[in-house]
């Protein structure tokens, strides 16, 4: 695979740039100002492995973080949420400090030795399980976007945001472990006439949703790690749900209850909050599943192109309906489009990494991705949702292409609503 | 729920796999919307556990167990509401007492929340206004969200006459009950919210974009 991606890449590279690559080439082959010296770390001894540590990313890494939002202006930090730096992750997997956070009170730190998650409801038994239960079950690894319905609702008309850390950031790619829900499910016995299934924390906000018990028994975990290490406290510990493809307000973290029913509870969170306006002045309910969206990470807004010639377009696609099955890039503002090269592994549900070379001018461009799923479901511009959405305030669920303008300078913005 | 057992054979050739995550991708058999009408998106089940019996770790409990955790209300009927009362004047003084550092003078907003007063109407302009009369379809909800969540520095700690009270006087303050209501099990399912039918389900997908290659727009 590795190969054909690399012939593919040449084919395109050379149909794009006619031959200006070479040419630059060419150009940077000038003697530097002093032959390169021995660097220091190859005349000393490093440091010493310590007896036991966690290890840290290098010191020179700093400005790597998960950081809340510039945007909005908080005035509580108890329901809040940090965005993970998409503009610095090479791959598809989120590293486990860098996972965005989302909280409605607060993050506890909950003892795994005392807490116990029950099932009841409309069950033939209602059932407890210690967190040494759980890990017993037969498990699961699993590899997923998780992306909040928030990410981007700052964005939708004009530029709020400056990085692609605060426009897409409320997303993160992860390998989930647990035991799938139904198998818990089965144990305790689902009444027939049971349909809807109850989550609830054990945060200070006991954050609960309602979830449909088909879409809990296909494919929906609970979950105890995550990328080969405990689920962080932030994240859940010490046990989640994981509803893949679906807004991440459903997979409620530090799951203590689940509960079965024969209707949907109507939580505030369900009518209140994860609702998008409608043109008829009527409000779309249960909009659970995150549509097919993608977003080029470098070059992005804040970014800095230091010389034309070569750059790699490089970006994220995801799709709660499924596989991407293709990424379209233009650098004129949509005029003109190209299909971008898919990095496998391509999987259900997860991030998808593309990459298309450029040879940037040194003139005015902007940058788009499109992504396309499975189910052949094209990723819209705004303009497209507008036409089927009321776009007013702070709307949820917007998986609209994204434009990045560079200028003359190589200096990269968002320029959502005016491309 | 896994239905078809496969031979151990195949079961042990499904593990070797699991670590890809690329099976069961799109094209499984489970329907595109949940029995309520709920779009589910595709199908992505996992494989069958390949065990010959099921663990069978968990502990069996009766629902009294439960009971201090068993706190959710199905707002649209009431069902889980528990015994207890509240009137519009006790619910003022709980209201003095333990949310007006927060929300503000009858509620209508302070240092760190908006108002909880008004928006009715607000649907037509589209912009989400978040107090009871405009975003809760049902009374309950008011209920369920102040047991569970508030107040945000001591949540769970409120009795059910004193959410019964402040369910009273925020629905006083929008309007919606008299100032001489009491709330209880049986009469706040019963106050009509403005907005009881303001809700449609996801009918998503709602573009139909087509890839352009050329000459867009």
């Keep these: ?419 | 729920m896994p239905s078809a057992k496969p031979s151990l054979a195949l079961a042990a050739a499904a593990l070797a796999l699991w670590g890809c995550a690329q099976m069961g991708t799109g094209s499984g058999g489970m329907a595109a919307k949940s029995a309520d009408g709920i779009p589910l998106g595709t199908s992505s089940p996992h494989p069958v556990q390949p065990l010959p019996d099921k663990p069978r770790l968990g502990h069996a409990i009766s629902e009294a167990d439960v009971a201090a955790w068993n706190i959710d209300v199905r707002t649209s009927d009431g069902q889980g509401l528990p015994p207890g009362r509240g009137s519009v004047a006790e619910g003022r003084e709980v209201y003095a007492a333990k949310c007006v550092a927060c929300h503000g003078a009858d509620a209508k907003g302070g240092a760190v929340y908006g108002t909880m007063v008004g928006g009715i109407g607000s649907f037509t302009t589209n912009a989400r206004v978040l107090t009871p009369g405009s975003m809760y379809p049902y009374a309950p909800i008011l209920f369920d969200y102040i047991r569970r969540a508030m107040p945000m520095d001591k949540p769970q700690t409120l009795t059910a006459n004193e959410v019964y009270a402040l369910s009273a006087y925020l629905l006083q303050l929008n309007g919606l009950v008299p100032a001489d209501a009491v709330m209880d099990a049986s009469s706040l399912p019963k106050v009509q919210m403005p907005n009881r039918d303001g809700f449609i389900l996801d009918d998503r997908p709602d573009t139909k974009s087509v890839r352009c290659m050329s000459d867009c727009k």
């Design chain 1, 1 to 419: 695979m590795a190969k054909n991606d690399r012939r593919d890449f040449f084919r395109r590279s050379a149909a794009l740039t006619g031959g200006a690559i070479a040419g630059a080439a060419a150009a940077t082959s000038a003697a530097r100002a002093a032959p390169l010296a021995v660097p220091p770390t190859n005349q000393e001894p490093g440091r010493i492995i310590e007896e036991s540590a966690y290890g840290v990313p290098s010191k020179y890494e700093a400005h790597v973080k998960r950081r809340r939002t510039d945007v909005l202006k908080n005035r509580q930090n108890l329901s809040d949420w940090s965005m993970t730096p998409l503009q610095y992750q090479p791959g598809i997997i989120t590293p486990n400090g860098l996972i965005f956070e989302r909280h409605h009170a607060g993050t506890p730190d909950i003892d795994p030795r005392t807490h116990r998650l029950v099932i009841h409801g409309m069950v033939k038994q209602p059932l407890e399980f210690t967190m040494d239960d759980l890990v017993r079950y037969p498990s699961v690894s699993r590899f997923h976007f998780h992306e909040c319905s928030g990410n981007g609702l700052t964005d939708w008309v004009k530029p709020a945001s400056t990085t692609v850390q605060q426009t897409h950031g409320l997303l993160s790619g992860v390998l989930w472990t647990g035991v799938p829900a139904a198998t818990l499910l089965d144990e305790a016995g689902i009444d027939p006439k049971g349909k809807w299934v109850l989550f609830e924390g054990a945060d200070a906000s006991a954050h609960t949703r309602s979830v449909p018990l088909e879409k809990v028994l296909d494919d929906t975990l609970i979950v105890y790690a995550m990328n080969g290490e405990a689920l962080r406290p932030e994240n859940g510990y010490p046990v989640r749900v994981v509803i893949p493809g679906w807004e991440g307000n459903v997979s409620v973290k530090w799951l203590r209850r689940v509960k079965v029913s024969d209707q949907p509870w109507y939580f505030r969170s369900e009518t209140a909050r994860y609702t998008d306006p409608m043109p008829n002045g009527k409000w779309r309910k249960f909009s659970m599943v995150m549509e097919c969206k993608s977003v080029i990470t470098s070059p992005s807004g804040g970014q800095q192109l230091k010389n034309p010639g070569f750059h790699e377009i490089r970006g994220l696609a995801w799709s709660g309906s499924g596989k991407i099955r293709a990424v379209d890039v233009s650098t004129d503002g949509g005029k003109t489009w190209r299909e971008a090269t898919l990095e496998e592994p391509i999987m259900d549900k997860c991030l998808t990494r593309f990459k298309a070379p450029w040879d940037w001018k040194g003139g005015p461009a902007v940058l788009m991705s499109r992504a396309v799923d499975s189910t052949g479901y094209v990723q819209p511009t705004v303009a497209e949702i507008q036409k089927a959405r009321a776009i007013a305030g702070f709307v949820q669920h917007h998986n609209g292409i994204q434009p990045w303008a560079v200028n003359e300078k190589g200096e990269v913005r968002n320029a959502i609503g005016q491309a």
